[in-house]
């Protein structure tokens, strides 16, 4: 990091209202195609290098006292791109999990995925797992990496373990659904942030993301750091979250 934007960040993080972190915060994270493509790169290129960035911006949230964390790194609509691109993204997801292993938990960060586990490869779960049990007593940050993650797919898949459980309409309430997504325990999304300038939430997070506060910027997604995360959080506490009150009421 230059030094302008080495003071830049440390004014931010002096400014920061530790009272007003967001407890959870969403990343999708675009852009690597693009950022790729300006540097005459493979997209498969982009992606690693969008791999690399998530370590120093996991370990900075968990620093900064961020409760929860959720990436976007494959959405069920993603398999529709060209087989070797999905099957590249696969490899890069798994050796993400392999390679950060020892570093996440020596951070006290907790691992886990969220997404629709039965059509992932084996492999992937097998070793997601092992983190996640490696992990689970960690008193850090949790890290929801979303693969084969969709926000309609986590509610079809919530309302059918509702009918097999034998739920009856009039037990239907929204903390009952809340208590079958993925990851019941994980709270609402307090913060989304999309990089590459596309305004879209691409079908991340429907349910906990409904009152979430949404932040765009252009940057693409291997040129997001910690500085970009500072600016997005800053933005976060300059905003008023009404939950549908009047200003007075707050
Ligand atoms: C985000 O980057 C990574 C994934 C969706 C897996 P993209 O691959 O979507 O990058 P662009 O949008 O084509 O630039
Ligand atoms: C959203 O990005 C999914 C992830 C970042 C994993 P996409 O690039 O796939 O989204 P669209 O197609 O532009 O909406
Ligand atoms: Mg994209």
Redesign the pocket.
Known sequence: MDTNREKLKNELLDRLDQENMPAHIGI??????????SRGKT?IH??QE?ARRVKGVVRFANDIGVRHISL????VE?WA?PSF?VSA?MRLIRAYIIRERNALHAEGVKFRLLGRMEELAPEIIKQANISTELMKNNPGLSLNLCINYGGRAEIVDAVKKIIAAGHKPQDISEELISSYLYCPELPDVDLMIRT?G?MRTSNFHLWRGAYAELYFTPV??PDFDELELLKAIETYQNRERRFGKISEQL
């Open positions: 999708i994270m675009d852009g690597n195609g693009r950022w790729a493509k997209r982009g992606h969008g976007y790194a494959f959405s993603n791109r691109e993204l590459s596309e693409l997604w």
